[in-house]
Structures are given as structure tokens and as C-alpha cells.
């Protein structure tokens, strides 16, 4: 009971779809969703005023999400071999900018939608479990630093178990079989259709009735974006893992008389700037090269030799690019 209570104060705090939205940065997501039904709208009045195909709001939108994620059953098209060549042209301009501009644009909101509610989950365990390390000082072990990874790759993972098993639980729920009399699909048959969809496979051996395209077209453009988010998150958890291991371990280390020689470039001592670019070099924020190039660039600009760039110089570089 007390464990139950746990997960509820952890879950019950989740923000909101809305709040997540306002959080994003980039585009206002209702410019998306605009963008979205825009597009729609423009295959429908292709699709449907086209005499040969006809397709209603359903077949389109059915059509059209199922392309533009790339699954393609193959049980929609515009049309067999050799016939309806102006609508074979239309589609390949027509999905190609759907995938590209409309689903990248859909899917970054999902992405970042995942990212936030994971961080607040995260957040929420860490809280529950003691309030987790101060980030003001370097522990002498990387143990929070696996329990973090280790919690990441735990939420991706189990968000596409997730969405796979709802989408075959909905679907085998709601579909029948071809020639019987309402016999449903086993959850095995369903399970394997949210597989194939999620993955983008597509075999084409099973066909969605009418009454669950709508499901299956929604649930393509969810479960296609969120586990393209869940696949780059799960690796990015492993890489920010090993630059914090990194960092950590350089904080760590302890300098001798021999580091701090190799930190003095003109032989007078150790200084702020000298410090700072060794450091960072160690840490693999920058090159030793990068540094020697932008100390020439002040040198150029330091006209006077003083070591500072004073108002005078200012005004030379002002005039310069003016």
C-alpha cells in the first residue's frame, strides 16, 4: 500500500499536455497543428475530387498518415501499375513533403514532450528517494550517475513495450477476422500489427477494417515519432552518461607539479586564462588549436599590446567593420 501510494504521489504530479506544450521552444505548436490540417485538407481535396480514386475524409486521412510515416501496407494507393499517372505524381511530391516538413515537425513535439515528461518523472523518484546529489560537488563515485542512465534506458524501453501493447490490445479488441461471423483477432494477431506499425514494417498481410482506421492512423503518427524519440533518447542517456563520468573523473584528479608545468605556455606561471583553456582541453570542450587561433585573433585586435582591449581598440574594430 505504501509503494502504491509512492507511485501515485510520483505519477499523480505529471504536468500536463498542455504545460509540456508551453515548455517547447521553436515554432508555437499551434502553428504545427495548423500546418497539420492544412495539409490534410489538401490531399482530401485531391484525393476525393480525383474521379478514379474518390476516397472520403477517412480513406484520405487512413492513406495519408500511414505514408507519411512510412509504414505503407499497401492496401491504399493511387493505383495499379501503369494507370493514374497524375495522382502517382502528386503523391510523390505530396508525401515526400509530408514526412519530411510535416511528420519532422509532429515529431519534434513529440520528442520534446517525452524529454520533459521524463525529466519530471526522474525528478519526482529522485525526490522520493532522498533528494539525489548536489550538483555543486563531485562524489567520489559515478553510482548516481549509473542509477540515472540505468532509469533512463528503463523509461524508453518500457514506453515502447507500452505503446506496443496497447495498440495490440485496442486493435485485436476492435477487429475481426476476414469470412467470420465478429470472431476478433487473438491479442498475438494484434500484437503483431502494432509491432509491424511501430517499426514502420508494414508487411501488408494484415488489413484494418474501416471502423479501426482511424485508431490505426492515429496510432502510426504516435507510435512511429515516439520511437524514433525513444531509440536517439536511449542512446543520448549512454553519451551524456559518459561526458559526466568524463568530467567527473578530470575533477577528480589531482595536480601534480608536472600537469601544472604543461599548463604554463610562456614559463611566468600559471594564470587564469592559461588554466582555463588546459582545462577545457583536457575536458574535450575545445582543441588546443582552437584556443591558439581565437589568442591570435585578440592579438590582432589588441593593436596596442596591452594585453586588454581597451576603448580605443573597441573603436578601431568598430570602424573597421563599419
Known amino acids: 500500500k505504501k509503494k502504491l501510494g509512492a507511485y501515485h504521489v510520483v505519477l499523480g504530479k505529471m504536468p500536463s499536455c498542455g504545460s509540456c506544450l508551453d515548455r517547447i521552444p521553436g515554432p508555437q505548436p499551434l502553428k504545427i497543428f495548423v500546418m497539420v490540417a492544412l495539409y490534410f485538407l489538401i490531399g482530401y481535396l485531391y484525393y476525393h475530387s480525383n474521379p478514379d480514386m474518390g476516397w472520403d475524409m477517412l480513406t484520405n486521412f487512413y492513406f495519408v498518415s500511414i505514408s507519411i510515416t512510412t509504414v505503407g501496407y499497401g492496401d491504399y494507393g493511387p493505383g495499379p501499375a501503369g494507370g493514374l499517372q497524375n ?122 477494417h474501416r471502423r479501426s482506421r482511424i485508431f490505426g492512423a492515429l496510432y502510426a503518427i504516435v507510435s512511429v515519432g515516439m520511437l524514433s524519440t525513444c531509440l536517439s533518447g536511449f542512446e543520448a542517456a549512454k553519451t551524456q552518461a559518459d561526458e559526466e563520468k568524463h568530467y567527473r573523473k578530470l575533477m577528480r584528479q589531482k595536480l601534480d607539479e608536472k600537469m601544472i608545468a604543461a599548463l604554463d605556455k610562456n614559463g611566468d606561471g600559471v594564470d587564469r586564462a592559461e588554466f582555463l583553456m588546459g582545462m577545457l582541453i583536457s575536458m574535450e570542450c575545445t582543441t588546443e588549436r582552437n584556443c591558439d587561433a581565437i589568442l591570435k585573433r585578440f592579438a590582432e585586435l589588441d593593436k596596442d599590446g596591452s594585453g586588454k582591449l581597451d576603448h580605443e581598440d573597441l573603436v578601431r574594430i568598430a570602424e573597421q567593420y563599419s
Do not use: H
Open 87 to 208: 495522382a502517382k505524381i502528386f503523391t510523390i511530391f505530396y508525401i515526400t513533403f509530408g514526412f519530411v516538413v510535416v511528420y519532422g515537425a509532429l515529431s519534434s513535439l513529440m520528442s520534446a514532450y517525452v524529454e520533459i515528461v521524463q525529466e519530471q518523472l526522474l525528478k519526482r523518484i529522485n525526490e522520493k528517494g532522498g533528494g539525489g546529489v548536489d550538483p555543486d560537488t563531485i562524489p567520489p563515485d559515478d553510482t548516481d550517475i549509473d542509477k540515472m542512465l540505468a532509469g533512463k534506458r528503463s523509461f524508453y524501453v518500457g514506453m515502447i513495450f507500452c505503446l506496443i501493447l496497447t495498440g495490440g490490445v485496442i486493435v485485436s479488441y476492435n477487429e475481426t477476422i476476414d469470412g467470420t461471423d465478429g470472431q476478433k483477432w487473438t491479442f498475438i494477431e494484434g500484437f503483431y500489427w502494432a509491432f509491424q506499425t511501430t517499426s514502420t514494417i508494414g508487411y501488408g498481410d494484415q488489413y484494418l
